[in-house]
């Protein structure tokens, strides 16, 4: 392994695990490296820059979040993607399969690279119906655009195809999970819930993603017909954080 600029010395000859869990094999390349990347579960490439290098990288195997200077994309296997040099870029695989374990991922993440304590979360819609789908994919669901329009009209056609569309038929959960680490590896981790039905077409502009699509239980006003502080008063964050500050701060 190279000490200095290894972009410009590693020969690629044989795969190089970059970092924990990412590895590079190089293509080819010197003033232009160009490299199929691999990642495990979980695992970052931080802040860096290539100052002397163009960089073309091919997704081989997993998922990953790339952040170049103040734009991030998901990138997934076939995905090819190039970093001109001088710009400063990450990368972040988040691969849990569960709310939980996508919160203590991220947490992890930052905890470790900022040797402080770090607070991360992740969130989603689980539709009954759906086998709690999107779940942990609800901000893929929406797409490169986030275009959460298209995002509900998928759940609409998917509860139709399955027939689903008594109010009984169409129960879903939005779910917030916190996580907070600290540097040594410690991490509290917590999970809220509220529970309600999928109406369509839907109702109201308030708040965001699914919110105009889901009717909690008892109420009469979806997410996206309620104040911010109506909703704010029974969501699935405010359960986790009441939680999480119960257990965390005694409050």
Same mark, same amino acid.
């Given at each position: 392994?190279?000490?200095?600029?290894? !972009?410009?010395?590693?020969?690629?000859?044989?795969?190089?695990?970059?970092?924990?869990?990412?590895?590079?094999?190089?293509?080819?390349?010197?003033?232009?490296?160009?490299?199929?990347?691999?990642?495990?579960?979980?695992?970052?490439?931080?802040?860096?820059?290539?100052?002397?290098?163009?960089?073309?990288?091919?997704?081989?195997?997993?998922?990953?979040?790339?952040?170049?200077?103040?734009?991030?994309?998901?990138?997934?296997?076939?995905?090819?993607?190039?970093? =001109?040099?001088?710009?400063?870029?990450?990368? !972040?695989?988040?691969?849990?399969?569960?709310?939980?374990? =996508? *919160?203590?991922?991220?947490?992890?993440?930052?905890?470790?690279?900022? *040797?402080?304590?770090?607070?991360?979360?992740?969130?989603?819609?689980?539709?009954?119906?759906?086998?709690?789908?999107?779940?942990? =994919?609800?901000?893929?669901?929406?797409?490169?655009?986030?275009?959460?329009?298209?995002?509900?009209?998928?759940?609409?056609?998917?509860?139709?195809?399955?027939?689903?569309?008594?109010?009984?038929?169409?129960?879903?959960?939005?779910?917030? *999970?916190?996580?907070?680490?600290?540097?040594?590896?410690?991490?509290?981790?917590?999970?809220?819930?509220?529970?309600?039905?999928?109406?369509?077409?839907?109702?109201?502009? =308030?708040?965001?993603?699914?919110?105009?699509?889901?009717?909690?239980?008892?109420?009469?006003?979806?997410?996206?017909?309620?104040?911010?502080?109506?909703?704010?008063?029974?969501?699935?964050?405010?359960?986790?954080?009441?939680?999480?500050?119960?257990?965390?701060?005694?409050?």
């Amino acid at each position: 392994m190279p000490d200095a600029s290894p !972009f410009r010395t590693w020969s690629g000859r044989e795969p190089w695990e970059f970092v924990d869990g990412v590895h590079l094999h190089a293509i080819g390349g010197e003033q232009v490296l160009l490299c199929q990347v691999r990642y495990e579960p979980g695992k970052q490439v931080p802040w860096h820059v290539h100052e002397d290098t163009e960089q073309v990288m091919i997704i081989t195997d997993g998922e990953v979040d790339m952040t170049i200077e103040d734009e991030t994309a998901t990138l997934k296997a076939g995905d090819v993607v190039v970093v =001109n040099r001088g710009l400063h870029h990450k990368l !972040f695989s988040e691969t849990g399969v569960s709310f939980i374990a =996508n *919160a203590e991922l991220k947490a992890r993440a930052a905890a470790d690279g900022a *040797a402080l304590p770090a607070l991360a979360d992740d969130s989603g819609l689980a539709v009954t119906a759906l086998d709690g789908a999107p779940g942990i =994919n609800s901000a893929r669901w929406a797409g490169p655009a986030r275009d959460f329009a298209d995002a509900m009209a998928r759940i609409e056609r998917d509860l139709q195809a399955r027939g689903a569309t008594a109010p009984a038929q169409r129960g879903a959960r939005f779910v917030c *999970a916190l996580s907070l680490c600290w540097p040594d590896g410690h991490c509290e981790s917590f999970e809220g819930s509220v529970a309600g039905t999928l109406v369509w077409p839907p109702r109201g502009s =308030n708040g965001f993603g699914y919110d105009a699509m889901f009717l909690p239980a008892g109420k009469d006003l979806t997410f996206g017909e309620m104040t911010p502080a109506d909703k704010h008063a029974i969501s699935h964050r405010a359960a986790a954080f009441r939680q999480l500050t119960g257990a965390c701060f005694g409050r």
